[in-house]
């Protein structure tokens, strides 16, 4: 049995930058990974955040396969064939240092392991990882779907995504439940760059991306994302997993239900669809966040349930765990003490980070949707019927106008519900 | 023993689109694959390596990014690959390419004398099947297609099976010999995670135009009598009549059979099978 | 300015490579790259693309007919010119052209068409016979004779049916050491006719035989040859021969020129080409060539011939065919296939999918990477019709599909089309056939 410093299980975002990290403070690291090869089996909306990737390879736009650099951020509120835009821009995006870009993450996690593989760490596809090995209580390695599949470590990261078998195989987390778990789909349509720069306002080579609520998601909660690449545009919606099964609907349909909308319907235009992907993504949120270490093992990324769902924050999340506990495992292994004492160091890092203070600032979010599932139903249309009669010009004074908006909104909910929504929505987000 | 694996890297062409529209190939996302052909060729010189001893050493012809296939086709447990890559080898035909690599062969058994030589039937992009025999030719080596079974390897002679249109015919051929194979030859194996980390550290060795004694004026595009002149989209084949069978299924399926017979495509014939009760 | 490459659009064939007199275009990782410092925008390169890859940025829209390969000397002529020399010019100016069209092939030794009738364990391959009678189309458009040739050993009986299916001239090697196929002595004998006599075409059968054969001859010979192909054509202009063949898992139909050696040789896919008539007693010449085959020399030696008699290795000769896809759903319900089959006297098949799933074994699947089959009727329950499998059976002669899904590929290549439940119209059929067919008996 060959004997690594660390094994890390998933080649992804998060496994990867731990790879990388635990492979400059000189450990020798393997990763693990089911896929043909690192990237083949990440699926996601596709923007990278500028700021956490240069902390993994600084000034990795220099040379990594990206799409476009994100200069402006739309939202957009859907109800039925209305919608109401607000969005920020700043040409400065398109510059150094750059805020996102957006990417394909099969192309961007192949570069990725190329650097991992540059900096030392082995990277082996086609492999599962079956289970842990033992000896005592202690984790010394694993155990691969593989003829002589034993590999010995003194640690184990895991990041094998959102599918958690190995982490609930180890009793640090539990199996997943549709109500914590979102579906993803996603596109990507074809259209020549022109056509792309002129439809979202663009020079050349910048890119936008489209967050879409509301009627987007047919009222269950979830988002739908629009993102510009060099040559094509992803769609996608983003919804948990139960409300779907509940309504009887497929991921497909739930695409379908977007691109059907006219504001999106005209963006799209004249598009080819290239590919089709489906994932699944853990809903996160802090109150989900399993048990992130033990003795000789740390999780990180999907698998630590480490998602921003509000700002769609995902990879920057795995990738800065993923980096934090490549160091922590070094650290560990360098000092020879990997007990569970000593891992502790990981999580105290993560609260201290944005990863953790992020999650905690939100946590009530998830719980405050659910629990007021109206309020995807109600607003959307509640908000496009005000902007709609503020705007309407119909020589009606303005000030009327405003009396009849707000006798409007309390039609639609009453006055005591729209306090009890506003106090809700403000602890839950601010 | 020593056998040499012919290896190509092939786009999954169940994945290769025409655009209906553009009437291009539609490449992009391809992925690529080790051509399945040669995947079996490679299972069988590991096979017969386990059995008899010796080594395995993989040949292929690509781009730089075929590095990938080799780096894969070692998990299987071969010894050597070699990655002949270059740009004076781009827009070679099979005449060309087979050149190229009897060429390498030629040149690994200077230093290693070979005893087989398997290649896959065909690669699935072309299906030309002309490059293993093209090799076999240029080598001088007996060639023995589309083999479905090694009855026997000896020191001097293997013994094979092959199969054809009308049934399957047993040769023997002397040694040193190069077969094609078909997937029947047996099963892919799923390799060793010891194997697996052999091929992860390896780096597969890349010779170049100037590593071999080539004549250049055999490779490439002017070493290649055959090109493309013109590409399109299959012809499709224009529709007939389609009919609804979902409500009344039984007489949709009566209605059909009768017109085949109203049109003389089905004869009532007296020797048909179909008439006894 | 330089010619500007669409990279979505080239597929590296490398015609424009070839054919750019100032070599300025290199084909770098399978594309074509256009060296702007050589290119002067001579277009040859736009014409010859067979993607519409390659434009002059002035005119993208109508490259070809603003490229007139004439253009240039019908300019120079409206240039006033002295009487002696304009007799002289218009001269020169006819030899020029007819030297870019002069025939490649037809004009030089290298002459006739040949068609290699495999015979093996006393049979002669039917698709022999296809291409005689193919290869006399083309023999007529380029003017040429067409010639048959028979290697093996006591071929006498194969000779007059050669002249009844159209060739005009037999060539016959007959020896012992032909008896069994075997690629040396095979492709020795031919390639010692084919540098005798220098043909400019050569067609066989893309069978097991052809494609073995074929490509060992071609080495030897140093010429070019395209397999498996579907469509045969002489290019008017220059007699080239147009060898067309599906490629990328038949995704795409390719036609292949072979414009710097000879013989042109290509492989044809068997009952693909039309069966000519047969003229029973038609003569022609006969040529014995005598070739000594030194046994001792020839490296192989066939031990054993297994015939075969399984059903699904006649696949590509069956008459009527029915083939199940992925829609019969699980192996139990091969029966309703079995029955109809039954009824017919047909050869079950069926698609990659059913393969996979092991209802059926790899002989019996129909496709690109199984057989061709160009039965009278093809019957397909539940095939969706990828276009791997269309190009494998959508030359049968009538084509009836049965499948739920109306935008289903299969049904628009079918003669007829049902849509619905095949659970319920596969009996329902095979029932109405029985009832039919007995009916006939009993009469």
């Avoid at chain 1, 240069?54 to 957009?76: N, T």
């Avoid at chain 1, 809903?283 to 998602?307: C, F, I, N, S, W």
């Avoid at chain 2, 060639?143 to 047993?170: C, N, P």
């Avoid at chain 3, 699947?365 to 494998?392: E, F, N």
Wanted: charged share 25%; net charge neutral.
């Amino acid at each position: 049995m060959e004997n690594f410093d660390v094994i890390v299980v998933g080649g992804g975002p998060a496994g990867l930058s731990a790879a990388l990290s635990a492979a400059q403070a000189g450990m020798k690291t393997v990763v693990i990974e089911r896929g043909d090869y690192p990237g083949t089996k990440n699926v996601m909306g596709g923007i990278l955040y500028t700021k956490a990737t240069d902390l993994i390879v600084p000034e990795f736009w220099k040379e990594a396969p990206l799409e476009r650099p994100i200069i402006e951020q739309r939202i957009a509120m859907l109800s039925g064939d209305e919608s109401i835009l607000a969005g920020y821009r700043d040409p400065a995006w398109a510059k150094e240092p750059y805020n996102a870009h957006s990417v394909f993450r099969v192309k961007f996690d192949r570069w990725l392991a190329q650097q991992a593989e540059k900096a030392g760490v082995m990277i082996i596809p086609e492999t599962i990882v079956e289970n842990l090995l033992y000896k005592g209580d202690n984790v010394v390695g694993v155990r691969t779907g593989r003829a002589e599949g034993d590999l010995g470590a003194k640690v184990v990261i895991i990041a094998e995504g959102v599918n958690n078998f190995l982490a609930v195989k180890a009793g640090l987390a539990k199996p997943l439940k549709p109500e914590s778990v979102a579906v993803t789909v996603k596109e990507v349509i074809a259209l020549p760059k022109e056509k792309i720069e002129d439809r979202f306002c663009l020079d050349e080579g910048q890119g936008a991306t489209i967050e879409l609520y509301g009627d987007s998601t047919a009222g269950m909660m979830g988002v739908g994302f629009i993102y510009t690449n060099k040559e094509s545009i992803s769609i996608g919606v983003g919804a948990i997993l139960q409300p779907l099964i509940r309504n009887n609907w497929t991921p497909n349909d739930l695409l379908e239900n977007l691109k059907s909308k006219p504001y999106v319907k005209r963006l799209l235009q004249g598009g080819e669809t290239k590919e089709y992907l489906s994932h699944l993504i853990p809903e996160g949120g802090y109150t989900q966040v399993p048990k992130l270490h033990r003795q000789g093992v740390l999780v990180v990324g999907d698998t630590a349930m480490l998602m921003n769902s509000l700002n769609r924050e995902g990879s920057n999340l795995a990738m800065i765990s993923g980096k934090i506990a490549g160091e922590v495992a070094a650290q560990a292994i360098k000092t020879g003490d990997v007990s569970d004492q000593a891992m502790t160091v990981y999580e105290t890092r993560l609260r201290d980070s944005f990863v953790l203070k992020d999650l905690h600032h939100y946590r009530h979010m998830g719980k405050f949707f659910e629990e007021n599932t109206h309020l995807l139903k109600v607003y959307p249309k509640l908000f496009s019927q005000a902007v709609k009669m503020y705007l309407t010009a119909d020589g009606t004074p303005k000030k009327q106008r405003q009396k009849e908006i707000i006798k409007m909104a309390f039609e639609k909910r009453s006055k005591g519900g729209l306090i009890k929504d506003i106090y809700g929505a403000w602890r839950a987000l601010l | 023993m020593h056998f040499v694996v012919c290896l190509k890297q092939v786009p999954d062409t169940s994945e290769v689109r025409i655009d209906p529209i553009t009437n291009t190939l539609m490449r992009e996302g391809v992925p690529s694959i080790i051509n399945p052909y040669d995947a079996h060729g490679l299972e069988e010189a590991i096979r017969l390596k386990e059995k008899v001893g010796g080594k395995v050493t993989i040949v292929s012809m690509g781009p730089p990014q075929a590095k990938e296939a080799l780096k894969k086709a070692m998990t299987f447990g071969a010894d050597r690959a070699i990655l002949l890559s270059d740009r004076a080898f781009g827009g070679s035909d099979s005449l060309a390419t087979a050149y190229i690599l009897s060429s390498a062969i030629q040149k690994i058994q200077e230093t290693d004398p070979i005893d087989l030589v398997f290649a896959g039937k065909e690669a699935i992009d072309g299906d030309t099947a002309q490059t293993g025999p093209g090799i076999a030719q240029r080598l001088g080596f007996p060639q023995l297609t589309y083999a479905i079974k090694i009855q026997e390897l000896t020191e001097t002679t293997v013994t094979v099976e092959r199969k054809t249109e009308s049934g399957r015919q047993i040769v023997q051929a002397q040694l040193p010999a190069l077969i094609t194979v078909e997937k029947e030859l047996n099963d892919l194996r799923y390799a060793s995670l010891p194997n697996m980390m052999k091929a992860a550290a390896y780096e597969p060795e890349v010779w170049d135009v100037k590593s071999l004694s080539f004549d250049t004026k055999k490779m490439g595009l002017k070493g290649s009598p055959t090109s493309v002149s013109r590409i399109f989209a299959p012809p499709g084949r224009s529709g007939g009549e389609i009919m609804d069978g979902t409500k009344d299924p039984a007489a949709t399926a009566a209605t059909v059979v009768q017109k085949l017979f109203q049109q003389n495509i089905i004869m009532v014939n007296p020797l048909a099978k179909g008439g006894k009760s | 300015m330089t010619v500007a490459v669409d990279k979505t659009k080239c597929i590296g064939c490398g015609a424009c490579v070839v054919e750019c007199p100032i070599e300025a275009l290199d084909l770098i990782d399978g594309l074509a790259v256009v060296n702007p410092q050589k290119c002067n925008d001579n277009g040859k390169c736009v014409i010859v693309c067979p993607t519409n890859a390659l434009s002059l940025p002035n005119q993208p829209d109508q490259p070809k007919q603003a490229l007139d390969p004439e253009a240039g000397s019908k300019f120079d002529l409206k240039e006033p010119l002295p009487d002696t020399v304009k007799d002289y010019a218009q001269d020169n100016q006819k030899k020029a052209i007819s030297a870019q069209v002069t025939p490649v092939a037809g004009g030089d030794v290298w002459s006739g068409v040949w068609v290699i009738i495999e015979y093996s364990n006393g049979k002669v391959a039917p698709v022999s016979w296809e291409l005689l009678g193919e290869g006399r189309k083309l023999a007529d458009s380029i003017g040429c004779g067409l010639c048959g040739v028979i290697t093996g050993y006591q071929v006498d009986s194969v000779i007059p049916e050669a002249f009844a299916y159209g060739a005009e001239k037999v060539y016959v090697v007959d020896h012992f050491a032909l008896k069994d196929y075997r690629t040396e002595p095979y492709a020795e004998a031919i390639t010692s006719l084919v540098t005798k006599y220098q043909p400019e075409i050569i067609l066989m059968g893309a069978t097991s035989m052809g494609r073995d054969v074929f490509p060992a001859i071609a080495t030897r010979v140093q010429t070019g040859l395209t397999a498996d192909c579907t469509v045969l054509g002489i290019d008017p202009e220059t007699k080239l021969l147009q060898q067309t063949r599906p490629a990328f898992g038949g995704n795409i139909m390719a036609t292949i020129l072979c414009r710097t050696s000879r013989p042109q040789m290509a492989t044809v896919r068997p009952r693909v080409m039309a069966m000519p008539e047969r003229v029973e007693g038609r003569e022609g010449e006969l040529i014995h060539e005598e070739i000594s085959f030194d046994e001792t020399t020839i490296r192989t030696k066939v031990l054993e011939f297994i015939s075969s008699d399984a059903k699904s290795a006649f696949l590509d000769k069956a008459e009527i065919i029915v083939a199940v896809g992925l829609g019969i759903a699980a192996k139990r319900n091969m029966v309703l296939a079995e029955e109809l089959a039954e009824v017919l006297g047909a050869t079950i098949a069926g698609s990659r999918g059913a393969v996979e799933a092991g209802w059926l074994t790899h002989d019996q699947q129909v496709g690109q990477s199984g057989t061709t089959v160009r039965p009278k009727i093809y019957i397909a329950i539940g095939i969706s019709g990828a276009i791997q499998h269309l190009v494998g059976m959508e030359t049968s002669d009538f084509i009836i599909a049965i499948n739920n899904d109306p935008e289903a590929s299969i049904l628009k290549v079918a003669n007829y089309g049902i849509v619905g439940d095949l659970f319920q119209i596969v009996p329902a059929m095979t029932a109405e056939f029985k009832k039919r067919l007995q009916h006939g008996v009993a009469n």
